[in-house]
């Protein structure tokens, strides 16, 4: 299975650069056709995993993956699976 990763601990305090960053690596998996993109966030507050969420939570990027998944054994890492 083809994966892609998005480390974002270096930029986590860098707003617009994280949003570039979420739309790059969504837009690579959907032409390359990639199952699934582990976004890892990291633990820390929680912030910037809600910032994440709610960026893959907006309808014209929820319409582009089949489903996200929370890691349950990790809370720093999603999961994006695509079809």
């Known amino acids: 299975m083809a994966k892609l990763k998005l480390d974002l601990h270096d930029i986590y305090n860098k707003g617009n650069e994280i949003e570039m960053e979420l739309h790059s690596i969504i837009r690579e998996a959907v032409m390359r056709k990639i199952e699934l993109v582990e976004i890892i966030p990291g633990k820390g507050s929680g912030q910037l995993k809600k910032t994440v969420l709610r960026f893959l939570n ?12 929370k890691d349950s054994n990790n809370f720093g890492r999603v999961f994006i699976h695509f079809k």
């Open 58 to 69: 907006r309808p014209e990027i929820k319409a582009l993956y089949h489903r996200l998944e």
